[in-house]
């Protein structure tokens, strides 16, 4: 234990290690200072008892998937603002998955594409679906053409009713491959 301890005493750090440590342990202490202080607090009965003014309440589901658990989605003037579980739902029983919890902030994303988008000589420029789909289309046939169906792979989606899932397969083997897969496992 003596040996340990001369050998720590006795050891000389340089410049660059002190400072790395030194950078490490600020950090540690920053982050801490804000972990202990008072950073969230509880909704006021008021802002849990009115909703935001002149909207409603729409029981839905959510989407993030093919279960179809319970949401109660709060719409003002036709903007999702504000969600909370269906209590009362058969399939989720007042519960919710993290992407669930999560769907509000998905749909109100500033950067969520809407509409298709074409990259141009650099730029992003607005295409109509129908242009869209007939790139795709193009692109398919050309690709099968060149490389055979094997060169793509189509991906499901947990979204998919079983409905869906039978028509994704169907169409994935008028394709001409076997190449498809859910996107749960990736």
């Known amino acids: 234990m003596e040996n340990m301890t001369q050998r720590a005493l006795t050891t000389k750090i340089g410049r660059r290690s002190f400072l790395k440590m030194a950078a490490v342990a600020g950090a540690f202490g920053a982050t801490s200072a804000f972990a202990s202080g008072n950073v969230t607090r509880a909704a006021t ?3 849990v008892k009115n909703p935001f003014p002149g909207s409603k309440k729409v029981k839905t589901i959510c ?3 093919s ?3 319970g949401i109660i989605a709060e719409v003002q003037n036709g903007v999702w603002v504000r969600q909370e579980v269906a209590q009362d739902h058969p399939i989720s029983l007042g519960g919710h998955c ?5 769907m509000i ?5 500033e950067v969520r594409l809407k509409y298709p988008m074409v990259k141009e000589k650099g730029q992003w420029k607005r295409i109509s679906w129908d242009e869209a789909t007939d790139r795709i289309t193009k692109k ?7 490389s055979g169906p094997d060169a ?15 028509y994704f397969r169907k169409f994935a083997a008028m394709f001409g491959t076997n190449n498809t897969d859910h996107q749960a496992r990736i």
């Not at 902030?105 to 994303?109: E, L, N």
């Open 67 to 69: 279960v179809g658990c």
């Open 152 to 166: 793509v792979q189509f991906l499901g989606s947990a979204k998919m009713s079983t409905e869906q899932a039978y």
């Open 140 to 146: 398919l046939e050309d690709l099968r053409v060149k």
């Open 98 to 102: 993290c992407k669930g919890a999560d």
């Open 45 to 47: 009965e008021e802002e």
């Open 105 to 109: 902030d998905m749909v109100r994303s």
């Open 63 to 65: 989407t993030a998937c």
